[in-house]
């Protein structure tokens, strides 16, 4: 699916539903509907989903503070990275070892 490799390509970028659709050249609803059924979610929950699944190898580095991953992983605002974080794995990030 052309939207997903969009998302996995520039995922650490500002990526707005219009972009993610205009990369299959279909409208935003149509975006939304063809998400929701192969992947059970809209594309905004599955670009925050795959930020965060990306940060978990970033956090494991010690060099890099909580705000760093997250300028690095797209989030532009440290604090929804961290209550993301803390909605999917039930933790914040810093408390990983």
């Known amino acids: ?3 997903i490799q969009f998302i996995y390509g ?3 970028e500002n990526i707005a539903l219009a ?5 299959s ?5 149509e975006a939304n509907r063809l998400f929701k ?3 059970s979610m809209t594309p ?3 670009l925050i989903d795959y930020r965060l699944q990306r940060s978990q190898s ?3 580095n010690k060099n890099l503070t909580v705000t760093e ?6 989030f532009s605002d440290t604090s929804h990275f961290i209550q993301s974080f803390k909605k999917k794995y039930g933790r914040t990030p810093g408390s990983i070892d």
Request: glycine share 4%; charged share 15%; net charge neutral.
């Open 19 to 23: 972009d993610i659709s205009s990369s």
């Open 58 to 60: 970033l956090l494991e």
């Open 69 to 74: 991953i997250s300028q690095q992983i797209g």
């Open 10 to 12: 520039n995922y650490a």
């Open 44 to 46: 905004y929950k599955f």
């Open 37 to 39: 059924k192969y992947t």
């Open 1 to 3: 699916m052309t939207m």
């Open 25 to 29: 050249h279909i409208s935003n609803s």
